[in-house]
């Protein structure tokens, strides 16, 4: 992973950015002409790892896939409309802030959402119950200097070159996936519904959906959250679905970091319907131990 796609370009609740070179090392030897798919691509930390140039990512909210298709096309554009909000904002004060929110609220507009996300509290993209953005700017910090997002900007733009973008339901965007593709799922949490567009997620729906990627020859790679802190969100994946699976610590949950009320370390469950190298499934298991003595320490 390059030094600047180490730093999200968008920053999303629920990233895998902490595990992501330790995920990257689970995928099979991808064949040739295989592809890669991300249903549900949120902040894109995987992006940078896949395996294979080519492939998909699709997400349900319109305006983040939108966001992507900038930062991939247009990064001038993107860069040129942060950086003019951000020196607006330093001369004019917070209320620039509010008053993209409430454009952005109002128009949906890829770029606002870009500039409120870089400068929001704890850079989280979050929306109330009518879709709209509601998180507030974050008083005690600037937001990153135009000039130092510069190069991470560049750097996604060059390294999503060979992925599309959809602005689809995840079904949609895994309907071409065929034998030998790889496939990262990391569908919506129960503990995080709610706390962006409004929808429920049928899970059931989405093993049979696991089902026919089974069906078509993919492989796939699924992750769920077990628990963060002392809250517990736990799904049956029915085991005839997948041949493995292991749980790791992928890093403190935002948002009660947000609302200061603790600092829950979220543990999540990896299945595969694929065996995983041995090597790196035991490197995957290590961790998951040492975040447990962390965990322990912390709690003497």
Request: hydrophobic letters at 35%.
């Amino acid at each position: 992973m390059k030094t600047s796609t180490r730093q999200p370009v968008i920053k999303w609740s629920g990233s895998k950015r902490a595990v992501a070179h330790i995920l990257c090392r689970l995928w099979p030897q991808a064949g040739a002409g295989a592809r890669y798919f991300e249903p549900f691509v949120g902040g894109g930390a995987m992006l940078p790892v896949r395996p294979v140039a080519d492939g998909v990512a699709g997400d349900t909210i319109k305006e983040l896939v939108g966001l992507w298709i900038e930062i991939r096309n247009r990064a001038d554009k993107v860069l040129n409309h942060y950086s003019r909000l951000w020196h607006q904002r330093e001369s004019e004060g917070h209320q620039v802030f509010y008053r993209v929110r409430e454009r952005f609220n109002r128009e949906k507009n890829p770029l606002d959402l870009f500039f409120l996300s870089r400068t929001c509290v704890n850079g989280l993209i979050r929306f109330n119950a009518r879709g709209e953005f509601n998180n507030s700017l974050h008083h005690t910090r600037p937001g990153i200097h135009p000039d130092r997002l510069s190069e991470i900007v560049y750097c996604w733009s060059r390294m999503l070159s060979g992925i599309e973008f959809l602005a689809v339901d995840y079904r949609a965007t895994l309907d071409s996936v065929g034998a030998g593709d790889l496939v990262f799922l990391d569908p919506p949490y129960a503990g995080t519904r709610g706390r962006y567009h409004p929808e429920s997620f049928d899970f059931e729906a989405f093993y049979r959906e696991l089902e026919r990627l089974n069906s078509v020859g993919a492989r796939w790679m699924l992750t769920l959250d077990g628990r963060a802190g002392a809250r517990i969100y736990e799904k049956e994946v029915p085991p005839s679905l997948y041949q493995t699976s292991v749980s790791i610590s992928t890093g403190n949950s935002p948002f009660t970091r947000l609302m200061n009320v603790s600092l829950d370390g979220v543990v999540e469950t990896v299945y595969f319907n694929f065996k995983p190298p041995a090597e790196a499934l035991r490197a995957a298991y290590s961790k998951k131990q040492a975040s447990r003595r962390q965990t322990s320490r912390r709690r003497r």
